[in-house]
């Protein structure tokens, strides 16, 4: 695996999604007394990104938001999620990404964070983390008092007392950023990410990105799982331990 191929995935993802956006997107909603919203541009770059998968790798499995599970029983699979961020995709923000994971036996060994309204690709795979072909590093920041803390949405949290100790004792607190904000704590511009309701597609890409740059990520409870749908993502080991331990409080 190599980082042409990366690249080769974000060219047709971003191919398929501009031509949606050209025609003029609508977006049909997945979830029944809710709104979990779903457009071409999604079906659409999945396809793409499968297709590129199929030719070059066969014998790989695929699991995507969009179209389940393909050869689900593989040691090599590659997890998609086409348009993380698919509200802002609508809403005409620029913080949708596309998300390309690669596990091998169970683990994350590479990971792409494709930002195409910013024109930022974040590559982690090999034990370091490129944007845009140059590596990049998390802050370090080791303690809550300094952190910049994000979460896509406080009101997404079944019970927001863990997440409000974070934030009161965090420096300060910015919403909405979706995968964006996972690759700005590999760029060193945010510190910590604390997620509820995760599902392997939203988290898959995240994890060799976060590492590579020298962060942590992992649930509330374990840096080296991810199941559960809870999620943690830090610049250092110290600041994820304090985060979960008020977490856990």
């Not at 607190?173 to 511009?189: E, K, P, S, V």
Request: proline share 3%; charged share 25%.
């Amino acid at each position: 695996m190599d980082r042409a191929f990366f690249a080769q995935l974000s060219s047709v993802a971003r191919a398929a999604i501009a031509a949606e956006i050209a025609a003029g997107l609508s977006a049909d909603n997945k979830e029944a007394g809710g709104y979990d919203p779903v457009t071409e541009a999604d079906r659409a770059a999945e396809r793409a990104l499968r297709g590129a998968i199929e030719a070059a790798y066969p014998e790989h499995g695929i699991w995507g938001e969009e179209y389940g599970a393909t050869r689900a029983g593989a040691a090599v699979r590659w997890s998609l999620d086409p348009v993380d961020g698919t509200r802002a995709l609508v809403c005409g923000l620029p913080s949708w990404a596309v998300l390309v994971g690669l596990i091998v036996a169970g683990d994350h060994v590479a990971g792409m964070i494709d930002l195409p309204a910013l024109d930022e690709t974040l590559l982690g795979m090999d034990g370091m983390t490129e944007r845009n072909g140059v590596a990049v590093r998390t802050s370090g920041c080791a303690t809550l008092a300094e952190a910049r803390l994000s979460t896509t949405d406080p009101h997404l949290f079944a019970d927001p007392a863990p997440f409000d100790r974070v934030r009161r004792a965090a420096r300060l607190t910015r919403y909405g950023l979706d995968a964006l904000a996972y690759a700005r704590i590999a760029t060193g511009d945010l510190d910590l990410v604390i997620e509820s309701g995760l599902k392997c597609h939203d988290y898959d890409a995240l994890v060799a990105v976060v590492r590579g740059a020298g962060g942590t990520i992992g649930n509330w409870r374990n840096i080296d799982n991810m199941n559960g749908g809870d999620g943690v993502a830090a610049a250092s080991r110290a600041l994820y331990d304090e985060a979960v331990g008020l977490l856990a409080e």
